[in-house]
Each structure stands twice: as C-alpha cells, then as structure tokens.
C-alpha cells in the first residue's frame, strides 16, 4: 500500500511526502509511504498504520488511488519480487514528521523537484498522474 500526501491536502496540493527506504530491498531509493498488510487490518487500518510508523503522521484516506503492480529481477531476469500496490490519496490529519520505522529520510518534495530523486519503479509516473487528475478536477 502507498499514500499520496501532499502538505497542503489533496485539492491545493503543494509538495508530496516521500519516504527513503532504509532497508532491503532497494536501500536508498525514495517512494511514498506505506507497506504491507497485516492480518486482520483492513487496508484503511493498514495504511494509516504504516504512514505513522515510517513518518510520525497521522492520515486519514481521502479516496483509492489506484492499483499497481511491480515485478523485481535478479540479474537473470527471474522475479525476485512480485508487489501488488494499492495506493491511496490522504491527508494529514495530526503527529509530527519524522522519519521512523524503516525509513531512511521523508521529505516534503515539491514537484519541481521530483526528478532529482532516486525512485523506485513506477513512483514519479503515479506521483505526476495524481497531480495531473488533481488539475483536471480543478478545471
């Protein structure tokens, strides 16, 4: 599960909260907050868990994003890995931000800067797909 939050809420927008992941796989690489289920939670419970966890905030989902999936080989192109990611829009609702659980750094970043970062597969296109959708409501 993934959270798109943006500092100023989901209608004005503003920055994106990423998360550097501090463990494996993919050590160092940015993405957005979030995780895996655990069992019993519904995937509201789940998410707004693992955004506290890894950032110290406190979210409440807004709307279901989206659904994607990820496939990670190995050097042999066989798959390593096989993520089914459910995102989510969501807005902060308390807490203070830092970084926690397995997460490196989390930063507000602003769109402009998007680029500069190291990203894990798929991140940036869902990331400027959210802002695209936002606008087109905007008009």
């Known amino acids: 599960m993934g959270a798109l939050i943006f500092k100023n809420g989901p209608k004005r927008l503003g920055p994106i909260l990423l998360a550097q992941r501090g463990g494996t796989p993919l050590k160092g690489y940015w993405s957005l907050p979030g995780g895996l289920l655990e069992t019993g939670e519904t995937l509201e419970e789940g998410i707004a868990r693992e955004v506290l966890e890894e950032t110290g905030l406190r979210i409440e989902v807004v709307d279901f994003y989206g659904i994607f999936q ?46 500069e970062y190291l990203m894990t597969e798929g991140t940036l296109s869902v990331i ?12």
């Open 70 to 115: 990820r496939i990670m080989r190995d050097a042999k192109g066989r798959a390593e890995y096989h993520y089914l990611l459910i995102d989510y829009v969501c807005k902060v609702a308390g807490g203070t931000l830092r970084a926690g659980d397995d997460v490196a750094r989390v930063e507000w970043v602003p769109r402009r800067r998007l680029k």
């Open 128 to 139: 400027e797909e959210a802002y695209e959708r936002a606008l087109r409501k905007r008009s």
